[in-house]
């Protein structure tokens, strides 16, 4: 026998009563066996006929099954580790022996004398996995990556894919030579678009969507891959309403707050037109006023295209709370903004002449360049870019339309009441004089002419020729009529809904900022 074939360990294992059983075992890979164990004829009698199946009860061999079976499993698990570390396994199995003989002993006392049987020996062949097996050889399964963008008119093939994270040089030559593509996607800001890419950044599918118009259809645009090539499609289909409440506090300005709550400016835009007759959000926003809102949702295949209408809204400001909602009597009437009494939110006249909006809020004065501070003569001024459209606070006939020094251009309106509202500095004028003009009507456009160091709008309200608070007039005007008896018990339904609504959307604003 050779040193290779020689068994890795060989042993007995017997009672200190030398007429007992004894059992010799050893580990021989040469046999083909991890363990070997052979029973002497002398001494082969009770371990034998335990084993014998002529002694065995269907007790007895269903626990020997078990134990044979979980032993095959352990032999298999031991078999690997035996050929990887042969000697490290030895004392294992050592151990294993001397801890288990006195179990085989015990077991074997247990039978009558069976000394007579002749020695049978027992092995197990093993078949070991092969060595080489490794888990990186399997498989991995392919995923997906997703991605969404908004596209900008800077974008080109290039620059898009980059974005979306697509690495595809085959894809950024079909988006370059694509018709679809090129006059519906590339150099097109704002259009919501999503990629789908394998897990190496190769493209799948890319998605465009937008809105075309207020028809309440989307158009989607999807450029494909199949079978390693790319075709692209333009789809219609319906945008689907959905409603999202939301809230803020202004820490600088109202834009600002609506941009850290994820607010549309569409959306932050309609409150400043709903609380237009009771708050200039030009000149009379505070640090932490408080608004909440819920508005409609414009979707296209489950993702915000764009924002619908303001449903409910509550500004406080200046510790005084607004509250409006949207109503339509009849599906014939035309809808409006109410308060949650049943009021209506149109005054007879608007709190500024200037639409409140991101360019206009932003929008810094000049110092007067005698007096090098801001311009304290009666009036209001709404610093804006020239072109601004300038529209008129409340209904009422053009008194005057034209030049005057200091004023510039200038546009005098005349309402009733003795009521006159002043625009000046105009650089572009839009009515004639006598001409009858209604409250929101564009009149003119801000400019810098006569005396002004910027484009800014000069705006006055007099009563009977007395300088007056704009803002105080208009949260002090009639208002429009009230919601109709008829529609009574639907408004009130609709307005304690709304009530919760808007208290949903103020709790979600104070967990959101903690």
Known sequence: MSEDDAPLYSGSIA?????????????SPAENCLVCISVPPTSAGPLAQVLSEDTLTSGDRTLIHGLTTASLALLDRLSQTAQKHPRRITAAIAALLLTGGGGAFAVASLGPDASELPTKTVSYPVESLAENLALESLDAPGFSLYRSEQTRSSDTAESLLQRMGVADPAAAAFLRSDNA????????????????????????????????????????????????????????????KGTRLAGGVIRSSLFAATD?????????????????????????????DRFAVVYETLEADGEPLRSGRVLSTEFRNNGKTHQAVWFQETEASKGAYYTLEGESMRRAYLASPVEFSRVTSGFKMRLHPILQTWRAHLGTDYAAPTGTAVRTVGDGV???????????????????????????????????????????QTVGAVGSTGWATGPHLHFEFRINGQHQDPQTIAQQSEAAAPVSASARAAFDRLASAMRIQLSSAELIQQASAQ
């Open 398 to 440: 053009v008194e005057f339309a034209g030049v005057q020094n200091g004023f510039g251009n200038v546009i005098f309106v005349k309402h009733r009441n003795q009521h006159v509202t002043v625009y000046a500095h105009l650089s572009r004028i839009d009515v004639k004089n006598g001409q009858s003009v209604s409250q929101g």
């Open 15 to 27: 009672k200190a009563d030398s007429s007992r059983p004894a059992v010799s075992a050893r580990v």
């Open 260 to 288: 850290a709550a994820n607010i549309p400016d569409g959306v932050a835009v309609q409150v400043a037109e709903i609380f237009s007759g009771n708050i200039d959000f030009h000149r009379s926003l505070r640090k932490e």
């Open 181 to 240: 593509v090129r006059q519906n996607l590339l150099g097109r800001a704002g259009r919501l678009i999503s990629a789908e890419t394998t897990d190496d950044h190769r493209l799948v599918r890319l998605t465009a969507r937008w809105a075309p118009d207020d028809s309440g259809t989307f158009r989607r645009l999807v450029v494909e891959r199949q079978d390693e090539r790319f075709s692209s499609r333009i789809e219609t289909a319906p945008l689907t």
